[in-house]
């Protein structure tokens, strides 16, 4: 069975904190991974795509580990508006590319 | 920045009725994607359309479900027989090519009475 899966949450964290969340895929054949963040009830929204030798936008770094089939996003310097689930996402692979299994998210608070 | 854009953001249905909701992609993209996500739950992927077919589809994607992009800018969902377990929210996706990360509809909520 094709599943990713990610550590529920929440996460509460101060602003500032560093906050790190990982992700685990079974499908070794998936060929692209992402992040997305999801507000409540609202659509999921790319914040990364995940790369073999690790990215970085701004305060968000990812990194991913295919021997472990494993994706990992630090979050440094936590604001307010990070409060949101996080979506670990990978395709299906098999020559399936855009579709995609997405993890049941992590959630993260940050407070004041 | 360009959107997907999806109608209507609620519907309210009776079990048994045919619904359809509606998605306008990208203007320039080429790929298409239902998704839906029950409450609570995670995003599940149902149907992936390219080329005026249907190029995959989940096993959520039954017989009760169809899409059809009926002219070069609609691209559309039907049940046709909804149940009660159809309730969620029901979001579009498009990219221009297979490998590109999918831009996501603000979604439709449906709700099976």
């Known amino acids: 069975r094709k599943e990713v899966e990610q550590d529920p949450g929440p996460f509460n964290v101060p602003e500032g904190a560093t906050v790190a969340f990982n992700c685990t895929y079974s499908n070794s054949a998936s060929q692209s991974f992402f992040w997305y963040r999801q507000d409540c009830r609202k659509e999921p929204k790319l914040l990364m795509s995940v790369y073999s030798s690790g990215n970085e936008d701004g305060r968000f770094t990812a990194q991913l580990n295919r021997a472990s089939q494993y994706i990992s996003l630090l979050i440094r310097d936590s604001k307010l508006s990070d409060s949101a689930t996080y979506l670990c996402v990978v395709n299906m692979g098999g020559g399936s590319q855009g579709n995609l299994i997405f993890g049941k998210g992590t959630k993260l608070s940050v407070k004041p | 920045e360009p959107e997907v854009t999806q109608t209507p953001s609620h519907q309210v249905t009776q079990m048994g009725q045919e619904v359809i909701l509606r998605c306008v992609p990208i203007s320039n993209h080429l790929y298409f994607y239902w998704y839906r996500q029950i409450l609570g739950q995670k995003v599940e992927f149902l149907v992936s359309?390219?080329?005026?077919?249907?190029?995959?589809k989940s096993e959520i994607f039954d017989d009760q479900f169809s899409v059809e992009r009926p002219d070069g800018s609609n691209f559309t969902l039907k049940i046709r027989s909804t149940k009660l377990e159809d309730s969620a929210m029901y979001f579009c996706a498009s990219g221009p090519d297979y490998s590109s990360p999918l831009h996501f509809g603000n979604g439709t909520r449906l709700t099976v009475t």
């Open positions: 359309f390219y080329n005026n077919e249907i190029s995959e």
